[in-house]
């Protein structure tokens, strides 16, 4: 089989098949060479027929090619498998800030009258307040967190494991999506495999204190599985959900699965 089918296949077949024939195709040292030469806007351009002069055609493209590689990202996801932890003695010190606003726009939540909601395709408790949450079983990693900027950092973060958080509050694991808004009006969700992922944490803490303002007061989902931009910070909704919710960044372009 062709390189020219495999990506022909991207634009029509089911991911599954094409991730086969991918790795089938990528065994050789020459060809992985050429697949990575190839990922170029004129690689795909030749490859698709796209016409590079007209803008529709290349945001068509673009889509395509960006729902193929979330397909064969979550195709090639396992859910148990863990990403590596690391010693406290590497902790990145000071831990970087981020966001799509400057340190001084970081919101101010209070904590006595903080609310988590949870809405959607969920049965059990739909309101949480931040007692509540520090009162269930905690736990802690040392994990690196990845920019999709090209920078990383290792963090040690504290918090609910998110599989026990969403069985407590009576979510439908079978769901697609789980989707959340946070108090700066940041937004983004992930797929249920991740959420239940044993390292996606609900996290309240960092570096054994109370989680500042600046990375997410109150709380900040953190999945070392994931790029940045899919741990959103401040988070004060969480919702279940089977239909596609997108986020802040997706909606602008940005890959949806974001796999680190």
Known sequence: ??????FTGALGLDAESIVKDAQKELKAPARRLFGKRILTLGGLAMLSGCDLTNDKSVNAMLRKMSSFNDDAQALLFDPNKLAPTYPESMITRPFPFNAFYDIDEVPEVDASTYRLQVGGLAKGQRVWTLEELRALPQESQVTR???????????????????????????????????????????????????????????????????????????????????GYKNPKHIVSITVTNDYPGGYWENQGYNWFGGS
Request: one cysteine or more; proline letters at 6%.
């Open 1 to 6: 089989m062709s390189i020219r089918k495999i």
């Open 145 to 227: 967190h990845i920019c999709i900027e090209g920078w990383s950092a290792i963090g040690k973060w504290g918090g609910v494991r998110f599989a026990d958080f969403l069985k407590r509050s009576g979510a439908d694991t079978t769901a697609k999506y789980v989707a959340f808004h946070c108090a700066d009006n940041y937004s983004t969700s992930i797929d249920m495999p991740t959420a239940l992922h044993a390292q996606t944490l609900l996290t309240l803490t960092y570096d054994g204190q109370v989680l500042p303002p600046k990375y997410g007061f109150p709380m900040k989902l953190r999945m070392p599985t994931k790029l």
